[in-house]
């Protein structure tokens, strides 16, 4: 076992998360890294030393006196650029209150007493710049009455509307929250790629003899698809629906190219119903082996039936046909 110990004690080592902040003499300061990233050789560290006699850690700038003390501010990257939620616009005034309210809380909280007149001086430009109304000195705080706990109330924000709404439902001890009509992520394509038959649902398979097989699976629907293609090509006609019909004495073509997708549903008493529907609604050659629904549906799905419009004829696809001459050579 080899045991690795170090030469150069730091004089103060913080560490959050992944970040370190550390105090060490200049000569040392690379050794001890080299020491840190030969402990394991999959965790490696990275060094940013002090400039200007100043060094950040998360939002904190700690500056370096001329008497070998340490004083901190807020720090700012440099791409900051001092916009904030414009008071202007369409948010409930107590949302707009709370952007002064918390940056003057993190000044009062981060910085000493030697920068927090400069740094509260700065959020009230701030301020003043995004039209919000600077928050007012801190008061004592009240007892309040005791009251009783009730559920709060969510609504969107609508000017000259649901702040009335609000106003009444504080009277009767009920908290409101408010929320904008729409997000920016709502205006915003999604940025991961939705991938095809990778939900769970109820799928169907058409055939070219007009039937069609009626499936559901707590999986992805392609994953069921290819365990489909895999049972005609194994002829596994026992376990598989559609392997039974492929080896009917009439050749039949099955659209594994193109699956259709009925619905989407992980939850399993759903899903099994609305395959139940769903076999009653199309012509099919299914096992009765699922689940069947009540005769009072019927009427239902008739007038279903008869507003649906009929799927035009396709053309034969290469999965299909490979799996029927498969079954064709070897008998």
């Avoid at 940013?48 to 939002?59: K, T």
């Avoid at 940056?103 to 007493?113: K, N, P, S, T, V």
């Avoid at 596994?236 to 259709?260: G, M, N, W």
Wanted: aromatic content about 8%.
């Amino acid at each position: 076992m080899l045991l690795l110990v170090c030469l150069y004690t730091p004089k103060l080592y913080k560490r959050y998360v992944d970040d370190t902040f550390t105090i060490l003499p200049s000569d040392k300061v690379t050794a001890f890294l080299n020491h840190l990233n030969s402990i394991n050789p999959k965790i490696q560290f990275t060094m940013e030393s002090e400039a200007n006699n100043s060094l950040a850690f998360l939002d904190v700038l700690v500056i370096r006196n001329p008497n070998n003390t340490l004083s901190h501010t807020v720090y700012r990257k440099k791409t900051h650029t001092d916009k904030y939620l414009h008071g202007e616009s369409h948010h409930h005034p107590t949302q707009l209150s709370t952007v002064g309210k918390s940056l003057f809380q993190r000044a009062r909280g981060i910085c000493d007493e030697q920068h927090l007149g400069a740094e509260l001086q700065h959020v009230k430009q701030v301020l003043h710049d995004n039209k919000l109304r600077v928050p007012r000195p801190r008061r004592r705080t009240r007892v309040k009455p005791a009251t009783v706990e009730r559920l709060p109330a969510v609504l969107p924000y609508i000017r000259g509307v649901t702040d009335k709404i609000g106003y009444i439902l504080k009277r009767a001890s009920i908290k409101t929250y408010f929320k904008p009509l729409k997000k920016i992520s709502q205006f915003l394509p999604p940025v991961k790629c939705h991938i095809p038959l990778q939900d769970a649902g109820v799928y169907k398979l058409e055939c070219d003899c007009g039937l069609s097989y009626i499936g559901q699976t707590k999986r992805s629907i392609g994953t069921r698809v290819k365990e489909h293609i895999a049972d005609v090509k194994h002829r596994r006609s026992r376990q598989s629906a559609v392997c039974e019909h492929t080896l009917d004495k009439a050749q039949h073509y099955i659209r594994f190219d193109k699956p259709q997708v009925l619905a989407k549903e992980n939850r399993f008493l759903p899903r099994m119903i609305r395959e139940a529907i769903e076999i009653k609604k199309h012509p099919n050659f299914n096992r009765e082996d699922g689940w069947v629904i009540p005769p009072a549906w019927n009427p239902i799905i008739e007038t279903i039936k008869s507003k649906s419009k009929p799927t035009t004829a396709r053309p034969k696809d290469t999965v299909s046909s490979f799996c029927v001459n498969r079954i064709v050579n070897n008998n």
